[in-house]
């Protein structure tokens, strides 16, 4: 079993965006999930989550239980090296004293016969703590659909939970993102999407190496770029040349450079063209997984579609070519999804400000 520490606001999305690295999601707290097993590579390139350990236990959320739970933990005795223990209180919703528990667990782990080394230990001991209600965020827009994540019982009864759990970090996300800044990239227009938002949207959609990604409506390339970065080979259309020629700017810089990649993958290959996504030059089946961002409002629409027309219409061209599509949008779109033959997987909303709010629907 291991301990997912998720990042960013959206738990239940992040949850979701964890499933493509693990099996048996299951949130447990704020910010804080289960998973039965996990692909370590691919935990290295997700977006929200920070890392997944190998889970010693679980308790509550103060620091005596957690000392009683790492003193009768199972502990492997082979473990070769230095260790160190690093206590986090996520949001500070638990009150306790992160120096106190990295003390006092310290302290039991000496006790068991291991060495620390705080500076460069060898293996880090988590310890989790959180507390607070179990929101369930994932939500069917209109019909109460299943969401993402199976309801724990705390996600039925609406309790509140108290949780610290214990954990051998295993794997970490590689927090480059800020690197891809949309306004450090070598081409930059307004509307381009945050590489996080881009990453999570690509792993949802089952980007990894072997896999083909299409963003039939790419713009800057943000969503291609991170596709690329996990290794899933990408192919973007824009009914604008400006942005298939910035689109192409940004992924020779970030998909071709000559150091490896920081996921430790292999980055993808990657096709741009000009294209109308509502008549894709692709066979049926072609790819494994369509993301797109639909232009919001009135923003970026190609004049010979009213923007109803042309989201429709990608919606379909997008079933006929995958099936599984993710799309981000200023509103929901779910009635042209289903008339377009998709089913609704699940449904996010994040109020980003007062006029604004996002949507990602999973498609299947
Ligand atoms: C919201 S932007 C996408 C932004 C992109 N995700 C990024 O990170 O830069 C929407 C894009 O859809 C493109 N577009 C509009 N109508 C289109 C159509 N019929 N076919 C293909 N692309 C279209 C616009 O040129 C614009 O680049």
């Known amino acids: 079993m291991y301990l997912l520490e998720l990042a960013g606001e959206d738990d239940a999305f992040a949850a979701r965006e964890a499933e493509s690295a693990a099996t048996g999601v299951r949130r447990i707290a704020p910010g804080l999930a289960t998973a039965g097993s996990v692909v370590p590579e691919r935990v290295r390139g997700l977006a929200y989550t920070h890392r997944a350990s190998e889970l010693l236990g679980r308790t509550d959320a103060d620091v005596e239980s957690a000392r009683t739970l790492l003193e009768a933990a199972e502990l492997d005795r082979d473990r070769d090296g230095t260790v160190a223990v690093r206590a986090t209180d996520v949001h500070g919703s638990s009150g306790i004293s992160t120096g106190r528990a990295e003390r006092e667990l310290g302290r039991v782990l000496v006790d068991r016969g291991f060495s620390v080394d705080l500076e460069e230990p060898d293996h880090r001991l988590r310890a989790v703590f959180s507390a607070g209600r179990l929101s369930d965020d994932a939500r069917d827009a209109s019909d109460g659909l299943p969401t993402a994540l199976e309801a724990t019982d705390a996600d039925e009864s609406g309790e509140r939970v108290s949780v610290c759990a214990l954990g051998w970090v295993a794997a970490e996300s590689v927090r480059d993102f800020g690197a891809r800044a949309p306004t450090d990239k070598p081409f930059f227009q307004p ?113 010979t579609h009213r923007l109803e027309d042309l989201v429709a219409g990608a919606l379909s061209e997008a079933r006929r070519v995958a099936d599984r599509a993710v799309v981000v949008a200023d509103r929901s779109w779910v009635r042209e999804a289903r008339e377009a033959g998709w089913e609704l997987e699940a449904t996010f909303e994040r109020r980003v400000h007062r006029s604004l709010t996002r949507y990602v629907l999973v498609l299947g």
């Open 191 to 303: 509307g381009s999407m945050d590489p996080l938002l881009a990453r999570a949207v690509a792993n949802v959609a089952g980007a990894r190496p072997g896999r083909t990604i299409l963003d039939p409506m790419c713009g800057t390339g943000g969503v291609l770029v991170e596709g690329g970065l996990v290794g899933a080979d990408v192919i973007g259309t824009d009914a604008q040349t400006k942005m298939v020629d910035g689109a192409r700017e940004n992924l020779t810089h970030f998909l071709e450079p000559d150091e490896p990649a920081p996921t430790g993958v292999d980055r993808g290959c990657w096709h741009v063209g000009r294209g109308d996504a509502t008549r894709l030059p692709l066979r049926d089946g072609a790819v494994d997984g369509v993301v797109f961002d639909a232009p919001y409002g009135r923003q970026s629409k190609i004049a």
